[in-house]
Structure formats: structure tokens, C-alpha cells
């Protein structure tokens, strides 16, 4: 259980990335009303947004501006202030993603393209230092250098979804108006 845990820690995108596909489908099965495709991608996108976006980049200041050293080791790199630094951007890309939960569309792209472009970035410079370094230290090299390009990827996707398919609310009890939930 200890490693179990351990792992979910250290692979925190990942494991909000399945939490937010857990809520997802607890707020589709307790919907009222049938479930059009506007609804699920509703569903989804908002609770990517609340869990990839949002506590995913809270966990991420927290470790970096509390827990700096550690976080550095993690990653293979030495401790320097940038720690913090990341630390408060990533603060605020967790404020637009808990704004975005139940936001506007303009906030959900604003949610969606900030960290992406963060998270492709950091990407690169994690694939630039196993190429020129040969640092493969799970924090540069592993699970969250995979889910540095898939959350934007998949933040892209659920974009170009909700466009397609205008929002409409998940309704979870059928006495609730259209637009409350």
C-alpha cells in the first residue's frame, strides 16, 4: 500500500488525471436526463479542468515552493530559487483551472493553453537534459514527462470537443433548472 501511494505521489498528474475520469463518471451516473454527447464532454472537460488543471497544479505549487529540495532531487536537478518561481505560475494556472471548472469557454481555452504551453515547454527541457545530460531521474524522464504532453493534448482535445459540441450542464437531480448544478 505504501508504494501504492508513493507512486501516486510522485506520478501526481497521473493520478489526477484518473481521478478527474473517476468524477467524471460518478457525474454522469448520478445525471438526471439522457446522456447527449454535450453532457459527457461536459463532464469531462470540467472535471480535467478541476483535477488535471487545477489541484494537479495546486499539488505542484505545493511541493515546489514547501518542498523545493525534494522536488529538485526528484527531478535530477539541483535546488535553486526557480523552485518557487515555478511553484507561484503554477499556483496561478491552478486558480484558472478551479475558475474554469464551471467557466465560460474563454476560460476554459485560457485554462487549457497556459499550462500547456508550460507544460510542452517543461517537456522539452526535460527531453533536452535526458538527450544532453543523460538525466533519466523518474521526475525528468518518467510518467511526468509522458503526462507533460498528454494533458495538453488531451486539454486540446476536450476544446475542440466542447466547441463542437456546445456545453450543457450535468444535471444531477431532475428538479434542478437547466444551468444549475
Avoid at 505545493?62 to 526557480?82: N, Q, Y
Avoid at 523552485?83 to 499556483?91: D, I, M, P, R, Y
Avoid at 474563454?106 to 545530460?133: E, N, W
Wanted: glycine content about 10%; some cysteine.
Amino acid at each position: 500500500m505504501a508504494d501504492l501511494l508513493r507512486f501516486a505521489l510522485a506520478n501526481f498528474t497521473l493520478t489526477f488525471l484518473v481521478l478527474g475520469l473517476i468524477a467524471s463518471c460518478v457525474a454522469l451516473a448520478r445525471a438526471s436526463g439522457p446522456l447527449s454527447t454535450a453532457v459527457v464532454v461536459e463532464a469531462l472537460f470540467a472535471y480535467f479542468l478541476l483535477f488535471s488543471i487545477g489541484f494537479s497544479f495546486f499539488y505542484n505549487f505545493v511541493i515546489h515552493t514547501f518542498f523545493g529540495e525534494m522536488a529538485a532531487r526528484f527531478i535530477g536537478w539541483e535546488d535553486s530559487p526557480f523552485q518557487t518561481e515555478v511553484g507561484f505560475a503554477s499556483l496561478g494556472y491552478a486558480v484558472i483551472g478551479f475558475l474554469a471548472f464551471r467557466g465560460s469557454f474563454g476560460l476554459r481555452i485560457a485554462a487549457v493553453v497556459g499550462p500547456a504551453l508550460f507544460l510542452l515547454g517543461a517537456a522539452t527541457v526535460h527531453l533536452y537534459h535526458m538527450i544532453v545530460a543523460g538525466n533519466f531521474a523518474p521526475g525528468n524522464a518518467g510518467v511526468i514527462f509522458y503526462t507533460d504532453i498528454l494533458i495538453p493534448l488531451i486539454g486540446f482535445a476536450l476544446l475542440w470537443l466542447q466547441h463542437g459540441y456546445p456545453s450543457e450542464p450535468v444535471r444531477r437531480h431532475s428538479f434542478e433548472p437547466a444551468g444549475r448544478v
